[in-house]
Nanobody
């Protein structure tokens, strides 16, 4: 059974930082691509960042230069370091795995990130 458990969300002032973690179980973590999506109220879920099994990364234009995705295979954990946060980053952030065609398949329960102005 695949489980993705996010943590690290919270309330932060604009300009601040947060680090999200996603602990994975039930998958062969080292061969799975992983990523983070977010969904703000009234908006569609959007891809924030993703990382391949080999460590290649992609980011949404809106977070480039501010967010960094990384993975630790020894801990079966993927991270999202978020710096210079803006109020528009406020959303529920979801951890996901990707299949071989880069389609998101398994999802975590989400963690709320709120950035105050």
């Amino acid at each position: 059974q695949v489980q993705l458990v996010e943590s690290g969300g919270g309330l932060v002032q604009a300009g601040g930082s947060l680090r999200l973690s996603c602990a994975a179980s039930g998958i062969i973590f080292s061969i799975n691509a992983m990523g983070w999506f977010r969904q703000a109220p009234g908006k569609q879920r959007e891809l924030v960042a993703r990382i391949s099994s080999g460590g290649s990364t992609n980011y949404a234009d809106s977070v480039k230069g501010r967010f960094t995705i990384s993975r630790d295979s020894a801990k079966n954990t993927v991270y999202l370091q978020m710096n210079s946060l803006k109020p528009e980053d406020t959303a529920v952030y979801y951890c996901t795995t990707f299949d071989v065609r880069w389609r998101a398949d398994y999802w975590g329960q989400g963690t709320q990130v709120t950035v105050s102005s």
